[in-house]
């Protein structure tokens, strides 16, 4: 297209923005209208895309990290073909495709879920990684940001992280509009403040006028040919453009245009253009990645070995099995163990270093093009990038998260370092998998199970050796559970998981001296839990008693709990859990302080009992 054909794409994104926005009664097409020629420049002449073909290995791809301007990308698939006009004006409405915020679950152009801002670049990174250090072929990423957003850590981040991998195939162009929500932006449209911090970090910058095509098809072309560092093109534009009742107005944010068509007509009419997007060149496809034979490590029953040893020695067998399989770490692979899988296959491996939200973010781009990542971090951190893992959700990215020196056991460490709120965080996320192993045996068969699982999935482990209590034959499907002792004159039920679960049997085995039979379930599933088990259990003793090294909110008490919320009479149910401030203490002071280990189980089992016994 030339000049005047761009202007005028420009103009009928704008125009599509509008009519959508109105459709719908809502929607942000003053956010929509500042990026219209930024967006019809990309499609018309940069962006390598088949639209028939989402998956072909060579497109490019391209993440609308402004979220929030939806109407601007449901336009330009309406331009390039993708959607009807009829389909457009389906936007927020119920059952359409042409969501709010757009997400991959109902679309096979996006990437990834974006409306949560500070997003979109950091997950941008993650599929660039794929596709510089990975596939190879050759394609670029395009991530559409809007200035407010830049005020958002995570984007700060990815720019390092970005700089740091020399991400070539990365360009970030930012829409500096001026104007937020509630206001001007921290910069305005100073667009040098903006250059002076990306530079800072290691990024070749371009600053244009972002309504001005030519500029915008210049910079572009720039970007393509930068080497050694990512781009980023900082376009100064006005919000609302086009439309003098809105263009460059505070308080417009958000809201569908008073009257579209005069907006309509000051645009200059409703336009049908049709957008011939670049084809991508010929590419290898992603061929299915063979999977061999998986050799998981056998630890011997009765062993001391740490879970998180299990995780690292099972992951790197993984990944030896599986050429799909990658490893992120946060910069404590020598305690998390992903330093194993790092030694043996480090050109699947990524070092995030302490940026937590990066971590989880960079998964999710890598889950986006195929891999399957596994991403660990200590499991109190984790909880930084919480957002990010509810996003990782609605978008459906298969990632895995694994959290380890979980809860008070670590120790000495103190309550900064001790995950105890990551199974209520893990749990609340819709469609997870909530994993806490409590042996080696047990870790490295999950580990292996949660390749082929769907969505988020966590895995607990432990710093601490542990007693290896199942052998290396034993299964443990998801939503499952161990019982591991049992009898038809059981009194009492115990429910423990990790650490918790040798602590049980200490305790049953003092309270069978006293001639108080416990059975001992472990609950190595929390989610999905085995109500089942649990209901049966209930039936048999009449009293649960829950035991687990967390907070009391959101855990495995509640997780118990909820295998009877379906009408049922619900058990006699005692929980224990963490519920004082940890101090620094050895990992059996800890137990014992916080009212969780077998000494605590036992007085409160034999409370229980009596209780219950109660005429």
Same mark, same amino acid.
């Given at each position: 297209?030339?000049?005047?054909?761009?202007?005028?794409?420009?103009?009928?994104?704008?125009?599509?923005?509008?009519?959508?926005?109105?459709?719908?009664?809502?929607?942000?097409? /003053?956010?929509?209208?500042?990026?219209?020629?930024?967006?019809?420049?990309?499609?018309?002449?940069?962006?390598?895309?088949?639209?028939?073909?989402?998956?072909?290995?060579?497109?490019?791809?391209?993440?609308?990290?402004?979220?929030?301007?939806?109407?601007?990308? &449901?336009?330009?698939?309406?331009?390039?073909?993708? !959607?009807?006009?009829?389909?457009?004006?389906?936007?927020?409405?119920? $059952?359409?495709?042409?969501?709010?915020?757009?997400?991959?679950?109902?679309?096979?152009?996006?990437?990834?879920?974006?409306?949560?801002?500070?997003?979109?670049?950091?997950?941008?990174?993650? !599929?660039?990684?794929? *596709?510089?250090?990975?596939?190879?072929?050759?394609?670029?990423?395009?991530?559409?940001?809007?200035?407010?957003?830049?005020?958002?850590?995570?984007?700060?981040?990815?720019?390092?992280?970005?700089? &740091?991998?020399?991400?070539?195939?990365?360009?970030?162009?930012?829409?500096?509009?001026?104007?937020?929500?509630?206001?001007?932006?921290?910069?305005?449209?100073?667009?040098?403040?903006?250059?002076?911090?990306?530079?800072?970090?290691?990024?070749?910058?371009?600053?244009?006028?972002?309504?001005? @095509?030519?500029?915008?098809?210049?910079?572009?072309?720039?970007?393509?040919?930068?080497? =050694?560092?990512?781009?980023?093109? +900082?376009?100064?534009?006005?919000?609302?453009?086009?439309?003098?009742?809105?263009?460059?107005?505070?308080?417009?944010?958000?809201?569908?245009?008073?009257?579209?068509?005069?907006?309509?007509?000051?645009? =200059? =009419?409703?336009?049908?253009?049709?957008?011939?997007?670049?084809?991508?060149?010929?590419?290898?496809?992603?061929?299915?990645?063979?999977?061999?034979?998986?050799?998981?490590?056998?630890?011997?029953?009765?062993?001391?070995?740490?879970?998180?040893?299990?995780? *690292?020695?099972?992951?790197?067998?993984?990944?030896?099995?599986? *050429?799909? @399989?990658?490893?992120?770490?946060?910069?404590?692979?020598?305690?998390?163990?992903?330093?194993?899988?790092?030694?043996?296959?480090?050109?699947?491996?990524?070092?995030?270093?302490?940026?937590?939200?990066?971590?989880?973010?960079?998964?999710?781009?890598?889950?986006?093009?195929?891999?399957?990542?596994?991403?660990?971090?200590?499991?109190?951190?984790?909880?930084?990038?919480?957002?990010?893992?509810?996003?990782?959700?609605?978008?459906?990215? $298969?990632?895995?998260?694994?959290?380890?020196?979980?809860?008070?056991?670590?120790?000495?460490? *103190?309550?900064?370092?001790?995950?105890?709120?990551?199974?209520?965080?893990?749990?609340?996320?819709?469609?997870?998998?909530?994993?806490?192993?409590?042996?080696?045996?047990? /870790?490295?068969?999950?580990?292996?199970?949660?390749? $082929?699982?769907?969505?988020?999935? &966590?895995?607990?482990?432990?710093?601490?050796?542990?007693?290896?209590?199942?052998?290396?034959?034993?299964?443990?499907?998801?939503?499952?559970?161990?019982?591991?002792?049992?009898?038809?004159?059981?009194?009492?039920?115990?429910?423990?998981?990790?650490?918790?679960?040798?602590?049980?049997?200490?305790?049953?085995?003092?309270?069978?001296?006293?001639?108080?039979?416990?059975?001992?379930?472990?609950?190595?599933?929390?989610?999905?839990?085995?109500?089942?088990?649990?209901?049966?259990?209930?039936?048999?003793?009449?009293?649960?008693?829950?035991?687990?090294?967390?907070?009391?909110? $959101?855990?495995? =008490?509640?997780?118990?709990?909820?295998?009877?919320?379906?009408?049922?009479?619900?058990?006699?149910?005692?929980?224990?859990?963490?519920?004082?401030?940890?101090?620094?203490?050895?990992?059996?002071?800890? +137990?014992?302080?916080?009212?969780?280990?077998?000494?605590?189980?036992?007085?409160?089992?034999?409370?229980?009992?009596?209780?219950?016994?109660?005429?």
């Amino acid at each position: 297209m030339n000049s005047r054909q761009l202007t005028e794409l420009a103009q009928q994104l704008r125009v599509d923005s509008v009519r959508a926005s109105d459709a719908a009664g809502s929607g942000h097409p /003053t956010s929509s209208m500042s990026a219209a020629e930024l967006m019809a420049v990309l499609l018309a002449g940069h962006l390598r895309y088949d639209f028939e073909r989402p998956q072909h290995p060579g497109n490019d791809r391209f993440v609308l990290s402004k979220g929030h301007a939806s109407p601007l990308l &449901y336009a330009a698939y309406k331009a390039a073909g993708a !959607i009807s006009e009829t389909e457009l004006m389906t936007f927020r409405k119920l $059952g359409s495709r042409l969501e709010g915020h757009p997400t991959p679950r109902r679309l096979p152009w996006v990437e990834t879920a974006t409306g949560s801002l500070g997003q979109g670049l950091p997950v941008g990174v993650g !599929i660039a990684l794929a *596709g510089k250090r990975l596939d190879r072929t050759g394609n670029r990423v395009w991530v559409l940001c809007g200035d407010s957003e830049l005020a958002e850590g995570s984007v700060w981040e990815a720019a390092e992280h970005a700089a &740091y991998e020399h991400l070539d195939n990365l360009t970030a162009i930012v829409d500096v509009n001026r104007l937020g929500q509630r206001g001007p932006t921290r910069h305005g449209h100073d667009l040098d403040a903006y250059a002076r911090r990306f530079a800072a970090f290691g990024w070749h910058t371009i600053e244009i006028d972002g309504h001005d @095509v030519d500029a915008v098809d210049r910079a572009y072309g720039e970007a393509e040919s930068t080497k =050694g560092q990512p781009t980023v093109i +900082l376009a100064r534009t006005l919000k609302g453009k086009g439309v003098a009742a809105v263009q460059d107005r505070e308080g417009m944010h958000g809201k569908p245009l008073k009257d579209a068509e005069e907006a309509t007509a000051e645009l =200059g =009419g409703v336009r049908d253009l049709q957008v011939e997007v670049p084809q991508p060149p010929a590419a290898r496809m992603l061929h299915a990645v063979r999977t061999g034979h998986l050799e998981l490590p056998r630890f011997a029953v009765g062993d001391e070995v740490a879970t998180r040893d299990a995780y *690292g020695q099972a992951l790197a067998a993984l990944g030896s099995a599986r *050429g799909d @399989v990658v490893a992120l770490d946060g910069e404590v692979g020598d305690s998390t163990r992903s330093e194993f899988f790092a030694k043996e296959h480090p050109d699947r491996y990524f070092e995030c270093y302490i940026a937590e939200q990066q971590l989880v973010a960079a998964s999710v781009g890598l889950a986006a093009r195929g891999w399957v990542p596994y991403a660990a971090t200590f499991a109190a951190f984790l909880t930084r990038a919480h957002d990010f893992i509810r996003m990782a959700s609605i978008s459906g990215a $298969g990632v895995n998260l694994v959290g380890s020196h979980a809860g008070c056991a670590i120790g000495q460490d *103190g309550p900064s370092q001790m995950g105890l709120e990551d199974l209520a965080m893990m749990r609340s996320v819709h469609g997870s998998t909530v994993l806490y192993p409590c042996d080696a045996n047990q /870790t490295a068969k999950l580990v292996g199970t949660m390749a $082929g699982l769907e969505d988020v999935r &966590y895995l607990r482990t432990s710093r601490g050796e542990a007693p290896v209590l199942y052998s290396p034959t034993e299964e443990f499907p998801v939503g499952g559970s161990k019982v591991l002792r049992a009898s038809d004159t059981d009194r009492l039920t115990v429910v423990a998981a990790g650490v918790t679960v040798r602590e049980a049997l200490k305790a049953a085995d003092a309270l069978d001296a006293e001639g108080i039979q416990v059975r001992v379930i472990d609950l190595y599933s929390v989610k999905p839990v085995d109500r089942r088990t649990l209901r049966e259990a209930a039936e048999r003793t009449g009293c649960l008693l829950t035991v687990e090294d967390h907070h009391e909110e $959101g855990g495995l =008490g509640d997780a118990v709990l909820d295998a009877f919320l379906d009408g049922r009479p619900v058990p006699r149910l005692v929980r224990l859990a963490v519920r004082t401030m940890p101090g620094s203490a050895s990992p059996a002071e800890q +137990l014992r302080e916080a009212g969780i280990d077998a000494e605590a189980i036992a007085v409160a089992g034999r409370l229980l009992v009596e209780h219950a016994i109660v005429p």
